[in-house]
């Protein structure tokens, strides 16, 4: 029995009604199993802990501010967040300079000019798939074999070196589309190569390297894995929580937390109004 075309457009219709259903439930599931574990941090950093050890305690015993008044009680705690902050900031620096410089290597320039690009390009996707626990060994070796002291530098270099690609990932998208008369125009005008860089490529290009310097900085921040093969005796942030899980979580790591999760908010809705004015 053949249907109308009533009956079809019915169908469809029904179909269409289902897959606007069905699509935004299940993003927002996704969206919920991902946040769900960071609203029990934000929520437990208000627990009170009534036992002799200061340690997290996943049973509620009252709401209080005592941990963000005590927020610098623990030396070692508020040593290694420093250290990631500033090994963060520096290594974002240095690897969105050079991340953004190499996108640009790479968009303008072909063989013979640029030799080796493709190698350069493979090396970059490599180092985004490679796993953590093989670049921190392989670091570890390096560093080793040529007896560099491990510490400040030797993590600022790591940090670096797995950073550096996906800023050049994120800055070459942006310059997918860069308009190059724009550039002529400006050499037209009389205005010498650096110049233009700074007052005409790097403005239309900002949201690229401002995207690809968040990433940076959040990579810093996030990595346990390769700072532990090469921060030697200083520890940061995720080196420093996870060795205290081993006897117990301070409650000022969920205040830590909760900090920087919200900071990370603010500077991602901070990079969307930017977009949107440009």
Do not use: C
Request: charged share 10%.
């Amino acid at each position: 029995m053949s249907l109308s075309a009533a009956d079809i457009r019915a169908q469809r219709t029904k179909r269409r009604h289902l897959g606007r259903l069905i699509l935004p439930t299940y993003s927002w599931l996704v969206i919920a199993y991902l946040v769900f574990p960071i609203i029990i941090m934000i929520i437990f950093s208000f627990n009170q802990i009534h036992s002799g050890m200061q340690v997290v305690s996943f049973a509620w015993s009252g709401f209080t501010f005592q941990w963000y008044h005590q927020w610098n009680n623990l030396p070692g705690l508020t040593a290694s967040f420093w250290l990631s902050i500033r090994l963060g900031v520096v290594s974002t620096i240095i690897a969105t300079v050079l991340g953004t410089l190499l996108a640009i290597a790479l968009v303008r320039y072909r063989p013979p000019q640029f030799r080796g690009k493709a190698i350069v390009e493979q090396v970059l996707f490599t180092n985004i798939a490679a796993p953590e626990i093989v670049m921190g060994a392989s670091l570890l070796g390096v560093f080793v074999t040529y007896n560099i002291a491990r510490g400040f530098l030797t993590l600022v270099l790591a940090h670096v070196m797995f950073s550096v690609a996906y800023v050049t990932v994120t800055v070459r998208a942006r310059l997918a589309g860069f308009d190059r008369s724009l550039e002529e125009a400006a050499y037209d005008l009389g205005a010498k190569p650096l110049s233009t860089f700074r007052l005409v490529t790097l403005p239309l290009i900002m949201p690229g390297v401002l995207a690809g310097a968040l990433m940076a900085f959040a990579l810093s921040i996030d990595d346990y894995v390769t700072s532990n093969f090469v921060s030697g005796s200083i520890s940061p942030f995720p080196v420093y929580i996870f060795g205290a899980t081993r006897v117990g979580t301070p409650p000022q790591v969920f205040v830590f937390g909760t900090v920087i999760f919200l900071v990370g908010i603010g500077m991602a809705m901070a990079s969307l109004v930017l977009a949107k004015k440009e």
